[in-house]
């Protein structure tokens, strides 16, 4: 067990309280690439051309057959690797509390996690550009681009564009999770991308230790974080988990998780 691991363990275990923000690196041993960085997404497609509400507003058949549709291909694939699961196991042992989570994969769910925020939306449904309505994304047929209601309107994924905001209710409460937790846990993000990336900030600012994990460093990583372990998050997780195990072990007992 390396000492930064053995660190983040010690601070976690004696938390009550510990929010997750997590990011596209999370994801990646799941087959999903990032978006930034060597194999990234934006690396192939221009996101301003193709990942932008007015783009989409545009030439919504172009950003189905340009992005939508790949992925939706490498979404309908994925599951939940050894990252997900060690924040679901955090959560059985009454430490993780909520993760905000900047992915639209549904993977931590589906690992379990019960109070998952969907900060940049989810693929899993479509939300009709006219009427509004939310549909199940396996209830919409893709035969014809873009897909479209029953009321006749364009049918866009409900994920957060390019030049869209953020739904009030899930910023607020995620700043107020992040004003209020012991310590944040942040797993796969450049954090780069605001106001998502702003949250370590508010957390550090609100007297809560930062444990980073991420396959790089991050703008995070020299002032905000108190530890940062660098390497694959499903790795990493899995040492940590066990690591968090053994301190309350030690500090409590055999039965206290
Ligand atoms: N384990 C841990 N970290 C990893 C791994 C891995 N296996 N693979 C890659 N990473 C790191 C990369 O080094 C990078 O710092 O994950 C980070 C992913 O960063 P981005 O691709 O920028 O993803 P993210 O921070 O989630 O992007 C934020 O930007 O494009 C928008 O809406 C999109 O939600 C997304 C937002």
């Excluded at 939940?80 to 993760?99: D, S, V």
């Excluded at 364009?154 to 899930?170: A, N, Q, S, T, Y």
Aim: proline share 5%.
């Amino acid at each position: 067990m390396t000492q930064p691991i053995q660190q983040a363990a010690v601070t976690l275990a004696a938390c009550r309280s510990v929010v997750a923000l997590t990011g596209a690196g999370i994801s990646v041993e799941s087959g999903i690439p990032p978006f930034r960085g060597k194999g990234g997404l934006w690396e192939k497609i221009d996101p301003i051309k193709y990942a932008h509400i007015d783009a989409y507003a545009q030439d919504p058949e172009a950003v189905w057959r340009v992005l939508f549709m790949k992925l939706k291909d490498v979404l309908g694939k994925a599951r939940p690797n050894a990252g997900h699961n060690g924040l679901y196991h955090l959560e059985q042992m009454g430490i993780l509390k909520t993760i905000i989570t900047q992915n639209i994969d549904g993977l931590h769910q589906q690992a379990g996690s019960r109070d998952v925020i969907e900060f940049h939306g989810t693929f899993a449904f479509q939300r009709c550009m006219s009427c509004g309505q939310k549909l199940d994304s396996k209830q919409v047929t893709l035969e014809t681009l873009p897909p479209r209601c029953a009321c006749g309107g364009v049918l866009r994924p409900d994920v957060i564009m390019f030049g869209e905001i953020i739904p009030m209710h899930d910023l607020q409460r995620s700043q107020m999770l992040a004003a209020t937790c012991d310590a944040m846990l942040v797993v796969g993000t450049s954090a780069t991308v605001q106001p998502a990336a702003y949250l370590p900030v508010i957390a550090k600012r609100s007297g809560a230790a930062i444990v980073e994990i991420n396959a790089e460093p991050t703008p995070l990583t020299v002032d905000i974080s108190d530890v940062a372990l660098i390497g694959k998050a499903g790795k990493i997780m899995g040492e940590l988990v066990a690591a968090v195990k053994q301190v309350r072990m030690e500090t409590h007992g055999a039965n206290d998780f």
